[in-house]
């Protein structure tokens, strides 16, 4: 299994308040992801990296900001927690290059709840 | 832009049946196709893929023929087992990067 870790697993928190999940990978993969899921939509993507410090925007990223300082590491931050935001995040990751046919593996998950 | 739709979950079968998950898409250009599987509490996992227009992808006694005439990639089982039961998402790649745009997922349980 591909070396992918996500902190928390689980997070109880408040509207307002700000939260930081982390990505940490062993496999020196290029590409990292951060989707989220919901119910009836399937995983839907906020942002991507493409390389240190190289990020950008997916089709739900409002609220959400990232950041990605290391290879290994790569942060999703709520600013301003919002109950919409009450959700599964998956973070993953591809290493062989932009193709298109290449596989991403999944994290495990954080469960996020905003009260 | 890219879009994914799959048939309506849940899905609910006995043993030994047949299995048989719609996954219709739309994209420009010629997108790779995927199907992940989600057991309780996990992350995604790859079953199968297809890379470009009549590629069957096949894994574990699954499998997806890509269709471009009819935009379609069909997860199909001939003989489903308990351990199956997850739930299933048809994904395309067809943009820079590897962004993948997912399906709904399809709520699969097999009962003994």
């Known amino acids: 299994d591909a070396g992918i870790t996500q902190s928390p697993r689980h997070k109880v928190t408040e509207t307002g308040t700000p939260v930081t999940l982390r990505c940490h990978q062993t496999?020196?993969?290029?590409?990292m992801y951060w989707y989220r899921q919901d119910p009836g939509h399937g995983l839907r993507l906020i942002h991507y990296?493409?390389?240190?410090?190289?990020?950008d925007k997916g089709e739900v990223s409002d609220g959400y900001s990232v950041s990605r300082s290391k290879t290994e590491d790569f942060l999703l931050t709520l600013e301003s927690a919002t109950s919409s935001q009450t959700s599964v995040y998956f973070c993953?990751?591809?290493?062989?290059?932009?193709?298109?046919?290449?596989?991403?593996?999944f994290g495990p998950g954080t469960r996020l709840t905003v009260l | 832009g890219d879009s994914v739709t799959q048939m309506e979950g849940p899905v609910t079968l006995s043993e030994e049946a047949f299995l048989t998950i719609n996954c219709t898409y739309t994209a420009t250009g010629y997108p790779s196709l995927f199907w992940y599987v989600q057991y309780p509490g996990e992350g995604l996992q790859l079953l199968l893929k297809?890379?470009?227009?009549?590629d069957k992808g096949s894994n574990k006694g699954f499998e997806a023929t890509y269709r471009k005439e009819t935009t379609s990639f069909h997860l199909e089982k001939g003989s489903v087992q308990v351990s199956d039961s997850a739930v299933y998402f048809c994904?395309?790649?067809?943009?820079?990067?590897?962004?993948?745009?997912f399906g709904q997922g399809t709520i699969l349980t097999v009962h003994p």
């Open positions: 496999e020196n993969h290029r590409y």
């Open positions: 993953a990751i591809s290493g062989m290059g932009a193709s298109a046919s290449v596989e991403q593996f």
């Open positions: 994904a395309l790649s067809g943009t820079s990067y590897g962004k993948l745009t």
């Open positions: 297809a890379t470009k227009a009549d």
């Open positions: 990296s493409y390389g240190v410090k190289d990020t």
